[in-house]
C-alpha cells in the first residue's frame, strides 16, 4: 500500500505532518506493506506556509503510482488552481488510486482537477465559500471534520487531517489497529480553551 503525499510551495504544514505522523506510525507498527513517500512538481526541496523546508523523494516523473493520494492545503493552493501540470497530474494519478484524499483547501485542487463531481466534501471553514463558488461538486458541507464520498475523503482543516488519517487507518486495518496508532502518537484532543465562546 503506497501512499503519495503531494507538497508544494506554501502548503499548510499540519495538513501533511499530521497524516504522515498516522500514516508513518502505522508502518512502523509491523505494516511492512505499507509505504509513505513526499512527491513535487520536480522533486526539489520546498518551504512550506509558515517556514518549514522539507525535502521530497520524488517529481511527478519518477514517483511510483500510489495507492492512496493525499493533497493538503495551504495558502499555496490558490495559484495551482490554474496550473495544468499539477491539476494533470492530480487527475492522472488519482484515476488509478484505491483512495484520494485531501486535508484543508487541498479540495479546492481535487475540484479544479475535476474529481469531485456530484461528491460531498469539505474543507477549512475560511474557504467552504470559495469551494461552494468553484462549482463542480455535489455538495460542500461545514461543521464536520471529515466526509467520505465513494473513494474520496475531504478533511476540514489543518488538524483534522489527522482525524481522517486515523479513520483510514481504519479502513485498511480495522478500528482497533486504528485505536492502537491513535494511542502511540497520543492523540487525544482536549483543547484548553474548547468551553469559551
Given at each position: ?121 469539505t474543507t ?45 487507518v ?28
Open positions: 500500500m503506497k501512499i503519495a503525499f503531494f507538497a508544494f510551495e506554501h502548503f499548510e504544514e499540519l495538513d501533511l505532518v499530521g497524516p504522515w505522523e498516522v500514516f508513518t506510525m502505522a508502518a512502523a507498527m509491523d505494516r511492512p506493506d505499507l509505504s509513505n513517500v513526499i512527491v513535487s512538481p520536480d522533486g526539489a526541496p520546498l518551504r512550506a506556509s509558515k517556514g518549514l523546508e522539507i525535502v521530497p523523494q520524488h517529481g511527478f516523473g519518477d514517483v511510483p503510482q500510489p495507492d492512496i493520494l493525499l493533497v493538503p492545503g495551504g495558502r499555496g493552493v490558490d495559484p495551482l488552481l490554474q496550473d495544468d501540470a499539477v491539476l494533470g497530474w492530480i487527475q492522472a494519478t488519482a484515476r488509478h488510486c484505491t483512495w484520494v484524499t485531501s486535508v484543508c483547501s487541498g479540495a479546492l485542487l481535487l475540484q479544479a482537477a475535476g474529481l469531485v463531481k456530484g461528491r460531498r466534501i477549512h471553514w475560511r474557504r467552504i465559500q470559495q469551494s461552494r463558488e468553484l462549482g463542480d461538486v455535489g455538495e460542500v458541507l461545514e461543521g464536520v471534520r471529515y466526509v467520505r464520498d465513494g473513494n474520496v475523503v475531504t478533511a476540514a482543516g489543518v488538524s483534522a487531517g489527522i482525524d481522517m488519517a486515523l479513520w483510514l481504519g479502513e485498511l486495518y480495522g478500528a482497533r489497529f486504528a485505536r492502537q496508532v491513535q494511542h502511540n502518537i497520543e492523540y487525544y484532543p482536549a483543547p484548553p480553551y474548547a468551553a469559551e465562546t
